[in-house]
Structures are given as structure tokens and as C-alpha cells.
T-cell receptor, first 113, second 114 residues
Framework: EAQVTQNPRYLITVTGKKLTVTCSQN?????MSWYRQDPGLGLRQIYY???????DKGDVPEGYKVSRKEKRNFPLILESPSPNQTSLYFC????????????FGQGTRLTVV | QQQVKQSPQSLIVQKGGISIINCAYE??????FPWYQQFPGKGPALLIA?????SEKKEGRFTISFNKSAKQFSLHIMDSQPGDSATYFC?????????????FGKGTKLSVKP
């Protein structure tokens, strides 16, 4: 089954404790991205990657890092999480940046206390 | 320039009624306009999409109307059903540079009452 898999689905952590949210896709997609979803703000892009070792900032990159060492994986790293990073996070992938359909993961609900 | 403005924020419709969600954009470089549907606890999923060379696209009960001159597009859900209750996001994608990324509206929470 074609899918984008995120882990964990739920995470509660404390301020300053480094964490990684993993994202993996099995569709051989080149383009992957991370979004955060907040009430009233919709989906905002954090980072995106057009291929292995090619990443770039989205609209809200502050406080986040990403890496793309393999085509299928695109982890999101929070080096020192803060409460304002409490949000619902989605990973998405598509065959190309201009491909018609982006496939989203199930989401990771992160709470930073 | 990069924004996509979506309205209303929430919408309540009776079963069998028509749901209408509107979006507006400024950037004339946008050339692809999808709508995504999101159920609680799930990620968004592509519902229907349109390119600016057509004024309307219909798939079943879902129709996108596109007005290029007004820089507006809308989603119409005919014969709305309780199973359509979800959050709907419009989006736009441009051409080249950072405009190649999807820009999402803020979403509309649709509730269809039985």
C-alpha cells in the first residue's frame, strides 16, 4: 500500500529536550515536505526537500532542522523544543515538486511542556 | 502575494444542501489549484484540483469553479452528506523557485447536519 508513515503519532516532551519525528514514504517520491497545522492558521510549510541531500526552508523554519540522506526518509528534528512548537505536524510527499498530488502522513501531535 | 485567503472558517449545512467554500489569491504565477479534505485524526487527502485553463471541473458531487480574472476559486459540494463533514483546505502552487511549493488556505470546517 502506498503510504507516508510518521512516527510517533503522539509525543509529549519537555522544553529543551531534543526530539526527532520520522517520516518515510514507499512511493519513490522525490519531493518531501513538513507542515505544521495550528487552529486558525491552516497548514504552514516548515521545510521541503526536492531530492536526496537537497533541502530548503519553507515559511516557518525557525527552531527546526531536517535531513534527507535517503530518498524515502525525511526526519524532522527539534534541537531544543519550546512550547510554541506544540502543534500537529504532517509529512507529505509527491513524485515531483510540481506533481499534481501530495500524499500526507497521519500526523504527529506534539506537546511541549 | 503568496497568500491564499479562504472563507468561511466554518460552515454548517443541512443534509442535501449545497456547501460552498471560497478562496482568493493574489499571485498570478499560481497555476494549479487543489482542494484537500481532512477528516479528524487523518492527514489531508487530495479531493479535486483544477488548472487555470478551465473554468470548472466536476467530479461526482464536487465541483471547482475558477474565475481567473477575479483570482478566485470555489468548491461546491452538491447534495451534502454527513460523511462530507471534514475540514477542507484550498491551495495553490506556482511555478519555479519557492513558488513551486503548495500554499494552503486556513481551512474550512464543514458540518453537515442529518
Amino acid at each position: 500500500e502506498a503510504q507516508v508513515t510518521q512516527n510517533p503519532r503522539y509525543l509529549i516532551t519537555v522544553t529543551g529536550k531534543k526530539l526527532t519525528v520520522t517520516c518515510s514514504q514507499n512511493m519513490n517520491h522525490e519531493y518531501m515536505s513538513w507542515y505544521r497545522q495550528d487552529p486558525g492558521l491552516g497548514l504552514r510549510q516548515i521545510y521541503y526537500s526536492m531530492n536526496v541531500e537537497v533541502t530548503d526552508k519553507g515559511d516557518v523554519p525557525e527552531g527546526y532542522k531536517v535531513s534527507r540522506k535517503e530518498k524515502r526518509n525525511f526526519p524532522l528534528i527539534l534541537e531544543s523544543p519550546s512550547p510554541n512548537q506544540t502543534s500537529l505536524y504532517f509529512c507529505a510527499s509527491s513524485y515531483g515538486r510540481r506533481n499534481t498530488e501530495a500524499f500526507f502522513g497521519q500526523g504527529t501531535r506534539l506537546t511541549v511542556v | 502575494q503568496q497568500q491564499v485567503k479562504q472563507s468561511p472558517q466554518s460552515l454548517i449545512v443541512q443534509k442535501g444542501g449545497i456547501s460552498i467554500i471560497n478562496c482568493a489569491y493574489e499571485n498570478t504565477a499560481f497555476d494549479y489549484f487543489p482542494w484537500y479534505q481532512q477528516f479528524p485524526g487523518k492527514g489531508p487527502a487530495l479531493l479535486i484540483a483544477i488548472r487555470p485553463d478551465v473554468s470548472e471541473k466536476k467530479e461526482g458531487r464536487f465541483t471547482i469553479s475558477f474565475n481567473k480574472s477575479a483570482k478566485q476559486f470555489s468548491l461546491h459540494i452538491m447534495d451534502s452528506q454527513p460523511g462530507d463533514s471534514a475540514t477542507y483546505f484550498c491551495a495553490a502552487r506556482g511555478y519555479g523557485g519557492s513558488q513551486g511549493n503548495l500554499i494552503f488556505g486556513k481551512g474550512t470546517k464543514l458540518s453537515v447536519k442529518p
